[in-house]
Nanobody, 124 residues
Framework: QVQLVESGGGLLHTGGSLRVSCVAS????????MGWFRQAPGKEREFVAS????????YYADSVKGRFTISRDNAKNTVYLQMNSLKPEDTAVYYC?????????????????WGQGTQVTVSS
């Protein structure tokens, strides 16, 4: 069982930067591939980024590629999402998620554990 707690959301203007974090409970964090997803009001949840458990391979949605960076610190049981050049369309609740498996994945159904989310709002 893994519990995930996100933090770091906030309100900022277009072009700003923000880093959100997700801390996992338990001693097996390094065994999980981690992902970030987001859900905007009235929209379906969408994939943002994923990082593999072993080699730190990363995978991004086209909409955030070049602006967002996912990273992890296994010693701190934490995964980060650094968001730069933020746009109003990035406004959403951001969720971290964990899955067994070596490979990165953009499929939400492959993730077993989910956090409660943190709100990111970007004003124009």
């Amino acid at each position: 069982q893994v519990q995930l707690v996100e933090s770091g959301g906030g309100l900022l203007h277009t072009g700003g930067s923000l880093r959100v974090s997700c801390v996992a409970s338990g001693r097996t964090f390094s065994s999980y591939t981690m992902g970030w997803f987001r859900q905007a009001p009235g929209k379906e949840r969408e994939f943002v980024a994923s990082i593999s458990r072993k080699y730190g391979n990363t995978y991004y949605a086209d909409s955030v590629k070049g602006r967002f960076t996912i990273s992890r610190d296994n010693a701190k049981n934490t995964v980060y999402l650094q968001m730069n050049s933020l746009k109003p369309e990035d406004t959403a609740v951001y969720y971290c998620a964990a899955r067994w498996g070596t490979d990165v994945s953009g499929e939400g159904y492959e993730y077993y554990y989910w956090g409660q989310g943190t709100q990111v709002t970007v004003s124009s």
